[in-house]
Every structure is written in C-alpha cells, then in structure tokens.
C-alpha cells in the first residue's frame, strides 16, 4: 500500500516503563508518477488471493452480524495492514496465528506483499489522468518506551510509519487529538474523531495508525441532469424514493442464476492500473442475505464473478448514496479465530514491539475501524482508518454465455466492491441496504 490520506490506527498501552527511545518524525510525501505494473510471481498472486480471501472473510462476517441490515462499507486493506504490522511485532503461538488468519507463512510474506503492493497500487495517479490514491502510516510511542530495533526497521522501512514519543498518562488528550488531526488530514477531511475520547489511559504505550484514500472519476460519466427519482425498495417490503443515475452506454454486465454484477471503471488516463466498482446486485429484492451467504461459501468469489465483457443495456439505474460507518472491530476478530493477541497474561507472544522487563506484557484492546463512501455521477470518493490499541501491563491472571439485452436496476439492497484488477487487490467492500440514510 502506498502513500497520501485514510488510517488503521494501534493503540498500545503501558504499565511501568523507564526506557528513551530516539524516534524520527518523518514527513509522507504522496508520489505522483506514471505506474507500470509490477513483475508478479507465483508466490505474490497467491498472497493477493489470501489478501482477498481475508478481505471476503471479514466482509461476510460483518454484514452476516454487525450490519446485516445496514448500510456500510469498510476496507478489509486497512485492517490487513494493521494485522501485518502486528504480526512483525509477535513471536511464538501469537505469530502463528496471526499469520494464519492473514493466510501468510512468514512475516517476511506480509512485508514483502506491501512493499511490492505500495508503488503500485497507491501511487496518486492524478496528474496523469488516473485516480488520485494514497496509504499513510502512523505511530505514537509513550516516552517510556524504547522500541526494539528490529521492529523499529520494519516500521520505518516498510511501512514508512512517521513515529513519534508522546506522553499518553499526563497528555492522554492532546495524543488522541493529534491522532485524530492526523488521520483527518490524510483523508482529505472524511474521516473524523477515529479514536474515542477516552481510548487512552495511563497504561496506554502505543498507538500504530493506517490511512488509505481513494478518489476516482468513472471513465464515462453519468449525466447529472438524467439523474431522477425513483423507488428504492428496502428489506422490509417498504420502499424510499432516491436519485438514480442512468446511461445508454453498454456496461460490463455479467447474469448469474441469482444476481447480476455490473463493473463501472474508473478513468485510467496513462495509468497501467484499472480500477472498477463492482455491484454484485441479488434478482429479489430480498435477496441480499442469500448473496452474502454464497460469498462466503465461495474461496474466490470475486474472482470468479467479474464481467469480461460489455453488453447492451436496456434499463440501467444506479442509486447515489454516501456512507461513513464506525464500529470496533476486536469481537469481530475474535469470533473469526484471532483470540491470542487479546490475551492480557504473560506469555502473549507481543513481545517484538518495544523492551519489556520480566512479567510485563503488551496485548490489545481494542482496534477501531472508520470507513466513508461518497457515489455520485462524477465517481467515487472513499476512505478508511483502522485503529488498534494496546495496553501494558503485569499479569494478574467458469465461461461466458453470449448475451443479447440485460437489465441492471440497483433499485433494492446490494453489495459493492472497490478493486484494482491488474492484481486482484480489494480496497473496500460494503453494501446499500438504504440510500437515502444520510449517517455522516
């Protein structure tokens, strides 16, 4: 992942601590340039694929439970980073299952696929005509604290983190606002207050950050003035009226037995890279359930499901709809199978961060998520911020059929994907139960 605006964010915090630690504020300089894609080998497409399997993973789990009925939209990138820098921080079973839930084998894998990831996919493309993108890292360090050297040389050379001592027991509240201002302005404003007011305390020791932003235009835009109203008919049986944006252009448009999904591609300009919304859109209104039901029971869903090609259109409308959602992400982990890093007893395994003295431990208490999508004629504007909090402290216990004419009319609940398709790479994944909530 690469440079410019939106966050996952770590928050770890300490007991008793009396070591200095020299740590270099470095300035994030967002690239612009003309990307060519990388050389890809075996072992880097098979870690995009466990990249997108963690990312349909967690995605199926959110909208079965937390939002099953909600708008929402979060990026499975962001937390993915925050699990990597985590598992560069942890030895032992901890390590191990860490690497599990991300499907990796070594840490080594993880920080090789976002070195090789970073200039690729999150180069700003702007000037030359392609989207504008960029991925920021944070982290803020209690005095105390001297971060290990080895985990030190991951952050700074890897994940190119800006990293800086604070004082989180006597300026708890400054940290968090400068936190928050930070990852405002890596997101060109949309995501605001990531971390709660009282997500710091005296046993707080480090917080590690990630931002990713996206900002593309479509390749061919809709016409703002045969945007209309119309219905848009809910999970209840109830409907809303809301704006639909139409086109008489051929789409990628691919039917299934039971949904349909549409690619709408961003503008490439000189780019190298392509970047597509896809709307995975059930044949019931009431479908949306099922839908996410199949994607779980499917390895490579996605991938099996994109458009190839275009089609004629007959009646084709998409709703606007702009979402920021919020939610803590820790439960949803630990029903996934990632418990050992919660652990607060000795022997956790996050041993590799910072010097710890003998009993003291480091685990994690809470990992924030905040995401914003903004869908309108023009494009797509999106962002997210991952936070995850430690504290510190001492033990106490198939092919294509020829088609002719096809209808795509997003006018009940469906899912979206952002990706980058020359990798396979998903950004954001969410679903619109209800376009016309209005949550930000």
């Known amino acids: 992942m690469s440079p410019i605006s939106r966050p996952p964010i770590f928050n770890f915090k300490p007991r008793h601590r009396k070591r200095h630690a020299k740590a270099r504020n470095k300035a994030f300089r967002p690239q612009q340039c003309v990307v060519h894609p990388p050389t890809t080998s075996t072992d880097q497409v098979q870690s995009i694929t466990n990249q997108t399997h963690v990312s349909t993973t967690l995605a199926t789990h959110l909208l079965s439970n937390k939002f099953n009925n909600s708008n929402v939209v979060f990026s499975p990138l962001s937390i993915h980073v925050v699990l990597s820098i985590l598992a560069a921080g942890s030895e032992g079973p901890t390590h191990d299952q860490v690497l599990g839930f991300l499907k990796a084998n070594t840490s080594g894998d993880l920080n090789s696929l976002y070195l090789w990831l970073v200039p690729f996919i999150f180069a700003d493309g702007s000037l030359n005509g392609g989207p504008r993108l960029s991925v920021a890292n944070g982290v803020w360090v209690h005095k105390s604290f001297s971060i290990k050297r080895s985990?030190?040389?991951?952050?700074?050379?890897?994940?190119?983190?800006?990293?800086?001592?604070v004082d989180f027991r006597n300026k708890g509240v400054e940290v968090v606002n400068e936190v928050n201002?930070?990852?405002?302005?890596?997101?060109?404003?949309?995501?605001?207050?990531?971390?709660?007011?009282?997500?710091v305390n005296r046993l707080t020791s480090l917080i590690f950050a990630n931002a990713i932003y996206f900002k593309g235009l479509w390749s061919h835009k809709f016409n703002r003035s045969k945007t209309e109203e119309s219905d848009f008919f809910l999970l209840d049986g109830n409907k809303v009226q809301v704006p639909f944006m139409t086109s008489?252009?051929?789409?990628?448009v691919r039917e299934y037995d039971d949904f349909k999904v549409l690619g709408l591609p961003y503008s490439q300009g000189q780019e190298k890279r392509q970047f597509t919304m896809y709307f995975f859109l059930p044949h019931e209104n009431n479908g949306l359930h099922s839908l996410v039901e199949k994607i779980s029971s499917t390895f490579d869903f996605i991938d099996r499901h994109i458009p190839?090609?275009?089609?004629?259109?007959?009646?084709?409308?998409?709703?606007?709809?702009?979402i920021s959602v919020g939610f803590e992400a820790s439960d949803m982990l630990k029903k996934l199978g990632l418990v050992l890093p919660f652990n607060d007893e000795d022997g956790n395994g996050l041993t590799e961060m910072v010097h710890?003295?003998?009993?003291?431990?480091?685990?994690?208490?809470?990992?924030?998520?905040?995401?914003?999508?903004?869908?309108?004629?023009?494009?797509?504007?999106?962002?997210?911020?991952?936070?995850?909090?430690?504290?510190?402290?001492?033990?106490?216990?198939?092919d294509e059929d020829e088609e002719d004419f096809v209808d795509f009319v997003a006018d009940h609940p469906f899912l979206f994907v952002i990706r980058e398709d020359v990798t396979g790479v998903v950004l954001f994944i969410g679903q619109v139960t209800d376009p016309s909530i209005k949550n930000f």
């Open 308 to 322: 190839r090609r275009k089609v004629q259109i007959r009646d084709f409308m998409i709703p606007k709809f702009k």
């Open 151 to 165: 985990f030190k040389h991951v952050v700074d050379n890897v994940y190119k983190a800006a990293c800086k001592r």
């Open 181 to 199: 201002s930070w990852a405002e302005k890596q997101t060109s404003g949309l995501i605001k207050q990531v971390l709660p007011d009282d997500v």
């Open 356 to 398: 710890l003295r003998e009993k003291e431990t480091l685990f994690v208490s809470s990992i924030h998520h905040k995401s914003f999508v903004d869908v309108n004629e023009e494009g797509t504007e999106a962002a997210a911020v991952s936070v995850l909090t430690m504290e510190w402290g001492c033990p106490l216990h198939e």
């Open 248 to 252: 008489t252009r051929d789409q990628f």
